[in-house]
C-alpha cells in the first residue's frame, strides 16, 4: 500500500487530533487496547488490528488511480508530486464531528489541545457525557455552545447513523441542521468520518489556493468553488482537496 504514514497522520485529518506520535509511531486506544501504527521499510501495526488498519487507513483507494484522475494541472501536479502517499482517512463519524467543530476559526494546534482534552480512556466523550458534563474546563469558548446543541440534537433523534445510506447532497443538509455546523465542517464530517471522497471542504487555505489558482485572483463564492471542485476532480475532489490543503500550508514532508 502506497502511505506517507507521518504526512497523512499530519495533515490536518482527525488522526491529528486523537492519536499519538512517538519517534514515528502512532498510537492510540481501540476497543480499550493498544493499536500503534508506524512505517519501516513497510507499514507495519500491532498485528491484531490488521483490519481496523485496512480500514483506517483506506487500504482500498489505489492512490496511482486516483492521481490519474485528479492531477489535472500544474498546480495539482507539483501538489500531487511533493505529497505522494498522502491517503484520506476514515474515522469514527461523531469523533470527526466532535475534532471539526473544535476546528471552527481555531488553528490545528489548539485543535488538538482542545480534542484531547475531551477524551476519556482514548474515546471522545460521548454526546451524552458532553450534554450532561461541565466541559468549561476545555477552553472551547463559543464551539462549547455549539458542541453541547448538537449533542443534545443528536441524543433527540437527529441520527449521525442514517447517513451511511444517503447521498451526498441529502447528506449535507442533514448535518448542517445540527447546531453551529456550516458547510465546511459538514464537508470535513463527509470525507473523514463517513468516506464520502467527493466532499470538499472550503476553509481560508483551500478558498485562497483554488481563488489564486483556479479563478484569476478573483472573489469566488464557495459554491461557485465547490461547483469547479465536482466538475473537475468528480468523485475524488476530497483527495483533491487535502493535496491542496497541504500544498497551501506548506505542510513539511
Known amino acids: 500500500m502506497l502511505i506517507d504514514l507521518s504526512l497523512t497522520m499530519k495533515s490536518g485529518q482527525t488522526p491529528e487530533f486523537v492519536w499519538d506520535e512517538n519517534n514515528g509511531r502512532f498510537s492510540r486506544l481501540v476497543g480499550g487496547k493498544l493499536c500503534e501504527i508506524w512505517h519501516e521499510n513497510r507499514l507495519r501495526f500491532t498485528p491484531e488490528f490488521e483490519s481496523y488498519v485496512a480500514d483506517f487507513l483506506r487500504a482500498g483507494d489505489y492512490l496511482e488511480k486516483i492521481y490519474k484522475k485528479i492531477n489535472t494541472d500544474e498546480v495539482m501536479g507539483k501538489a500531487v508530486k511533493k505529497y ?8 469514527d463519524p461523531w469523533e470527526t464531528t466532535l475534532s471539526f467543530i473544535c476546528s471552527i476559526n481555531n488553528n490545528i494546534k489548539r485543535i488538538r489541545k482542545n480534542v484531547q ?3 476519556i480512556n ?4 460521548t454526546p451524552e457525557e458532553i ?4 466541559i468549561s474546563f476545555a477552553r472551547l469558548g463559543f464551539r462549547q455552545k455549539f458542541l453541547k446543541k ?5 441524543i433527540g433523534g437527529h441520527s449521525m447513523e442514517e447517513i451511511k445510506t444517503m447521498k451526498y447532497d441529502e447528506a449535507i443538509e442533514h448535518l448542517t441542521k445540527l447546531h453551529g455546523i456550516g458547510d465546511k465542517v459538514a464537508n470535513c464530517v ?4 463517513y468516506g464520502f471522497l467527493e466532499s470538499f471542504p472550503i476553509d481560508t487555505w483551500i478558498r485562497k489556493m483554488m481563488t489564486e489558482n483556479y ?3 478573483k ?8 461547483d469547479f471542485a465536482f466538475d473537475r476532480w468528480g468523485k475524488y475532489a476530497g483527495y483533491a482537496n487535502q493535496y491542496l490543503f497541504c500544498y497551501a500550508r506548506g505542510v513539511r514532508v
Open 190 to 193: 463527509l470525507l473523514f468520518g
Open 215 to 217: 479563478f484569476g485572483g
Open 117 to 119: 482534552s475531551l477524551m
Open 84 to 91: 505522494r502517499g498522502l491517503r484520506i482517512t476514515k474515522n
Open 150 to 154: 448538537t449533542a443534545e440534537m443528536i
Open 219 to 226: 472573489k469566488t463564492s464557495d459554491e461557485k468553488i465547490t
Open 131 to 134: 450534554l450532561n458534563a461541565d
Open 122 to 125: 482514548g474515546k471522545v466523550m
